[in-house]
């Protein structure tokens, strides 16, 4: 990905800055400078809130969509452990999340523990522009902004400080869109390489407060009801009816990122609170999920209803007349081979097994 380049700077260190990256923090770094400059219009930042911005980026990626970093990453290693010590809600609200830790910081053991995100990463992002594995040396030569440099660094009583060049600041911020999407397309690389089975990985570094509607879907199974078609809960049993069930992601939305019909079925609400993110027993419900679809899907094809929903279908591989017309074992054999190595890599992220 190519910077928009300057009249009065150079652009070219800047795009080095993640070459030979082996770990999420330089990304994260980056993220949390340019917060700071853009939206809260800092030029000089105290060190310790860029952390906290780097932690509130990397939550949800950890905690939420359960993706690795790879080998003995100490950013995701601290934010499980800040998750598990202070029981902080996986889904919690990216403004919750940052005033949250803006508190616990306040803390010596926080601190502790987050301490080693301010021994490298300053010093090792200006490398493009300063040539020296010499921390002392980087910060010394930052004095000057040498090679036009992006920040200097200074300590004052024990404390780290970033200020930023004052030539970069009108760069930042007409540009901070696409140098946030510049840290974001390398973020994606680099996490792909280390999850190479996970869906949609672009769509697991932030999470979205509003999911799309699910209007059209609701539609599909309100046609299936309305004309005829007991569905039932698959973990409760209960019979519902139009304007009486939720529609629920049978593998989690937080895996498969997408609202695929074939992963959606309609829910008595009360399993919501139990199931939440957890992975339902293939062996128990899977079957009764693929039993339900057919038949609905049975009973839209007959009305008339071709609608580009039910393309979502040819992802499992057939179309929707074909699964229309299978007989059981092969329509289970259909769903089987979709859901059974999505469910296995779910597991291996710490999704956990679930039953009613």
């Known amino acids: 990905m190519i910077l928009p380049q300057s009249h009065t700077l150079t652009t070219r260190h800047l795009n080095r800055v993640f070459d030979n990256t082996v770990a999420t923090y330089k990304y994260y770094w980056f993220l949390g400078i340019l917060d700071a400059c853009v939206k809260q219009g800092k030029s000089r930042i105290n060190v310790w809130d860029i952390m906290i911005s780097m932690v509130a980026n990397a939550w949800y990626p950890v905690n939420y ?36 830790l803006q508190t616990l910081i306040q803390r010596s053991e926080v601190r502790r523990l987050l301490n080693f995100l301010q021994m490298n990463v300053p010093f090792r992002f200006l490398r493009p522009w300063i040539d020296t594995s010499d921390d002392k040396q980087t910060v010394l030569r930052s004095q000057t902004f040498e090679n036009g440099c992006l920040y200097k660094l200074e300590k004052i009583d024990r404390i ?21 999407s510049f840290a974001y397309w390398g973020l994606t690389n680099f996490l792909q390489v280390r999850n190479p089975n996970v869906p949609n990985i672009p769509n697991k570094l932030i999470k979205r407060e509003e999911r799309s509607s699910l209007l059209e879907q609701r539609k599909f199974w309100n046609t299936a009801i309305n004309n005829g078609l007991e569905v039932r809960c698959l973990y409760t049993d209960k019979l519902l009816a139009v304007r009486e069930y939720e529609l629920d992601h049978f593998i989690p939305w937080s895996f498969v990122s997408h609202d695929l019909l074939w992963n959606l079925m309609p829910a008595d609400a009360s399993i919501n609170s139990s199931k939440s993110n957890k992975l339902p027993d293939l062996k128990l419900y899977l079957p009764k999920l ?15 209803r071709q609608n580009k929903l039910m393309e979502d279908y040819l992802s499992l591989g057939h179309t929707p007349q074909d699964i229309a017309l299978m007989d059981r074992e092969h329509l289970l054999d259909c769903f089987f081979q979709t859901f ?5 890599i779910a597991h291996n992220m710490g999704f956990e097994s679930w039953r009613y």
């Open 65 to 100: 969509f359960r993706l690795s970093f790879g080998k003995s990453e100490s950013l995701y290693d601290a934010i499980i452990t800040l998750q598990r010590e202070y029981n902080i809600p996986i889904n919690i609200s990216i403004n919750e999340l940052t005033e949250l």
């Open 160 to 180: 780290w400080w970033v200020e930023i060049n004052p030539a970069w600041l009108p760069y930042l911020r007409e540009n901070y869109d696409i140098l946030t």
């Open 290 to 304: 693929a039993e339900a679809h057919q038949s609905a899907l049975r009973i839209n094809l007959e009305v008339g």
């Open 340 to 344: 059974t190595p999505m469910t296995q």
